[in-house]
C-alpha cells in the first residue's frame, strides 16, 4: 500500500469537503434558500430540492458513460480534474448573485454540483488500487474521517465570515480551498496510462461498456439487491444534507451563527464516528456497520418529527453524525466486494448512478410535500421511511462479510 498516495487520496475528501459543509449543507444552502429566492411559502425549499435533483440527475445519468471514457481513454485524473475546477469555477460565481436572481443562482448551483458530485465517480474509483481487500474497509473510513476534518476547518474559517456578513469572501473562500487542496490527488495520484483510443471513440465503446456493465450487475442478484438497497437508504441520507441546515434555520429558528456552530459540532461526531468504525468495518463487515448505521438514523429521523427546542434538535443532530459518516464509507467498501478487477471505473460509474439517482427523488419529495403543507414537519418522516425500507432490503443482501480472514 502506497502511503503517499493513500494520504493523497484522502486529502481530496479533505478538499472537497468545504463545498459539502459551507455550500451544500450550511452557509450557501440558507443563503439561497432566504436571501436569494425568499422562504415564503417554502418557495426557497422548492427551488433548492429542484437544482440538487436536476444536478444529480445530469450526474446520474452520465456517470456509467464517463466511467467508461476513463477506462477506455485512460482519462480517469484528468476528468477528475476538470470536474473539480468545474465547481470551483461556479462557486467563485456565486459572489455574483443578489437578491431575486433565484433563476441565475440555480444554474450556478446545478453546474457546481456536477462539478462536485461527478468528480466522486472518478475519486472511488482510485479506491479499489490504492488499498489491498484487507484495508479497504479503513482507507475508505480514513478518506471520509479526513474530510470531516476539512468541513472542520473551512467552517471555522467560514464563521467570523459570516458574522461579518462577507458572503462573497466565503464563495472565494470555499473556491480556493478545494483548488488548493485537491492538488496533491493529482498530483501523486497514480498516473492516467493512454490507451491510444481517441475520447470519441472511447465515448462510444464507453455508452457501449455502460449498457454491458448495467446488464451485467443486474444479472448478478446481489449486486442487483445492493444496488436496490442503496437507492432506497441513500435517498435519506442526501435528503439529510440537503435540507438540514434548512430545517435547522426554519422550523427551530437557528441563526446563521448557530448553524454553523451545530455543524461543526456535528462533523467532530461524524469524524469520530468514521475513525471508530472503520477498522471494524474490516473486522466486523461493512455489512454490519451499514446495518447499525441505518438503525441509527431510522430512531433519529423519527427523533426530530417530535423535537420541539434548539437543545433537544441540538442532541438530535448530533446523534446522527455518530452514523454520517460510517453509511457512507461502510456502503463504499461493501460495493467494492462485488467490483471484478480492472473495471472499477465503470462499476463505479453505476454506483455513482443509483446514489445520485436516489439524490433526485428525495430532495424533491421533501421540497413537495413542505411546500403542500407549509411545514417541514411532515417532510422528516418521509426521510425515516426512506432509512427502515432502506434496511429491510440490505438485509435480505448475501455478502458484505469482514474483508479480514478468520473474522466474523
Not at 458513460?65 to 461556479?90: E, H, M, P, Q, S
Not at 456565486?94 to 433565484?102: C, I, M
Not at 433526485?360 to 410535500?369: A, E, K, R, S
Request: charge should be positive; aromatic fraction near 14%; charged fraction near 10%.
Amino acid at each position: 500500500m502506497n502511503k503517499k498516495q493513500v494520504l493523497s487520496w484522502c486529502l481530496f475528501d479533505f478538499a472537497n469537503s468545504s463545498y459539502s459543509a459551507v455550500i451544500a449543507a450550511v452557509v450557501f444552502q440558507v443563503y439561497y434558500i432566504n436571501r436569494i429566492v425568499g422562504n415564503g411559502g417554502h418557495r426557497g425549499d422548492l427551488w433548492w430540492g429542484t437544482a440538487i435533483s436536476a444536478s444529480m440527475l445530469f450526474v446520474s445519468l452520465s456517470s456509467p458513460f464517463l466511467g467508461g471514457i476513463a477506462d477506455y481513454a485512460g482519462l480517469r485524473k484528468r476528468l477528475l480534474a476538470f470536474y473539480t475546477y468545474i465547481c470551483v469555477l461556479a462557486v467563485a460565481g456565486f459572489s455574483l448573485l443578489a437578491p431575486g436572481e433565484a433563476l441565475f443562482g440555480f444554474i450556478l448551483i446545478v453546474i457546481a454540483n456536477i462539478g462536485m458530485e461527478g468528480g466522486l465517480v472518478f475519486y472511488n474509483s482510485f479506491l479499489p488500487g490504492l488499498a489491498p481487500v484487507a484495508y479497504q474497509g479503513r482507507v475508505s473510513g480514513w478518506g471520509f474521517g479526513v474530510g470531516y476534518a476539512g468541513s472542520i476547518l473551512s467552517l471555522l474559517i467560514a464563521l467570523p465570515l459570516a458574522n461579518a456578513g462577507r458572503f462573497e469572501s466565503i464563495w472565494f473562500m470555499v473556491a480556493g480551498f478545494f483548488a488548493v487542496f485537491s492538488l496533491p490527488a493529482f498530483l501523486v495520484l497514480p498516473r492516467d496510462t493512454r490507451t491510444g483510443v481517441t475520447t470519441s471513440q472511447a465515448g462510444v465503446m464507453g455508452f457501449r461498456n455502460a449498457v454491458t456493465t448495467l446488464r451485467e450487475i443486474w444479472s448478478r442478484k446481489e449486486p442487483r439487491k445492493f444496488l436496490l438497497s442503496y437507492l432506497i437508504y441513500e435517498d435519506g441520507v442526501n435528503t439529510v444534507i440537503v435540507f438540514s441546515s434548512s430545517l435547522a434555520a426554519t422550523t427551530f429558528a437557528f441563526g446563521q451563527s448557530e448553524l454553523i456552530g451545530l455543524y461543526l459540532v456535528v462533523q467532530v461526531t461524524a469524524l469520530a464516528g468514521a475513525f471508530l468504525l472503520s477498522k471494524p468495518t474490516d473486522l466486523w463487515g461493512p455489512k454490519r456497520i451499514v446495518t447499525i448505521s441505518l438503525l441509527l438514523w431510522s430512531l433519529v429521523a423519527i427523533s426530530a418529527f417530535f423535537v420541539q427546542s434548539k437543545a433537544q434538535f441540538w442532541a438530535v443532530a448530533c446523534t446522527a453524525g455518530l452514523g454520517l459518516g460510517t453509511v457512507q464509507a461502510g456502503t463504499r467498501a461493501f460495493f467494492t466486494q462485488f467490483i471484478p478487477n480492472g473495471k472499477e471505473a465503470e462499476y463505479f460509474g453505476v454506483y455513482s448512478l443509483v446514489g445520485k439517482s436516489s439524490a433526485v427523488i428525495g430532495p424533491l419529495v421533501f421540497g413537495q410535500v413542505s411546500a403542500a403543507f407549509g411545514s417541514q414537519r411532515p417532510a422528516i418522516l418521509s426521510i425515516a421511511a426512506f432509512f427502515i425500507v432502506g434496511l429491510i432490503l440490505l438485509r435480505r443482501v448475501q455478502g458484505g462479510g469482514p474483508n479480514v480472514e478468520g473474522k466474523t
